[in-house]
T-cell receptor, first 109, second 113 residues
């Protein structure tokens, strides 16, 4: 079967660092995306990993280990506006993509 | 506009009614996706177009769902004889192709009563 697991909710403090994990089992793999989605809004692209390792982009970094079926999104210097859902998406190699259920992040002052 | 546009933003349909949801992708984008998103869940893949060709419709939940993109730009998702379980947000996304980032529209929130 195809499965993507993310924690349902996380809470962190403004200014801190938070790591959101994503583990997956899919029939094919052609890349992993992270998206941010504020309530009632469209998902917006954050990062893409296809090779193992860390991709850094400002306050956001994403890591991939294909052998472990594992990725994480690292958010540094958290701001209140980072309160949102974070979606892990797998490109399976065909045209279909699979999303996890998302992790709701609450940033508190 | 510069982004993906979907209309209507909100639609209330009586059970059994047919609905049509429209997506205007970013100009020149080859790839177009439709997703269904239930409250508190991630988007679920419905179908994929490359230009006007529907290359994957494996996610369409039943034969009541039909999508088209006749000229390779605007796409319409049609749901016939709507049921309460069809209530969800329907998201459209477009990309320039390959494994590039997808740009999502704001979605259409469909409520079937």
């Amino acid at each position: 079967g195809q499965n993507i697991d993310q924690p349902t909710e996380m809470t962190a403090t403004e200014g801190a660092i938070v790591q959101i994990n994503c583990t997956y089992q899919t029939s094919g793999f052609n890349g992993l995306f992270w998206y941010q989605q504020h309530a009632g809004e469209a998902p917006t692209f954050l990062s893409y990993n296809v090779l193992d390792g860390l991709e850094e982009k400002g306050r956001f970094s994403s890591f991939l280990s294909r052998s472990k079926g594992y990725s994480y999104l690292l958010l540094k210097e958290l701001q209140m506006k980072d309160s949102a859902s974070y979606l892990c998406e797998i490109s399976t190699g065909g045209f279909k993509t699979i999303f996890g259920a998302g992790t709701r992040l609450f940033v508190k002052a | 506009g510069a982004g993906v546009s979907q209309s209507p933003r909100y639609k209330v349909a009586k059970r059994g009614q047919d609905v049509a949801l429209r997506c205007d992708p970013i100009s020149g984008h080859v790839s177009l996706f439709w997703y269904q998103q239930a409250l508190g869940q991630g988007p679920e893949f419905l179908t994929y177009f490359q230009n006007e060709a529907q290359l994957d419709k494996s996610g369409l939940p039943s034969d009541r769902f039909f999508a088209e993109r006749p000229e390779g730009s605007v796409s319409t998702l049609k749901i016939q004889r709507t049921q309460q379980e069809d209530s969800a947000v329907y998201l459209c996304a477009s990309s320039s192709g390959g494994n590039t980032e997808a740009f999502f529209g704001q979605g259409t929130r469909l409520t079937v009563v």
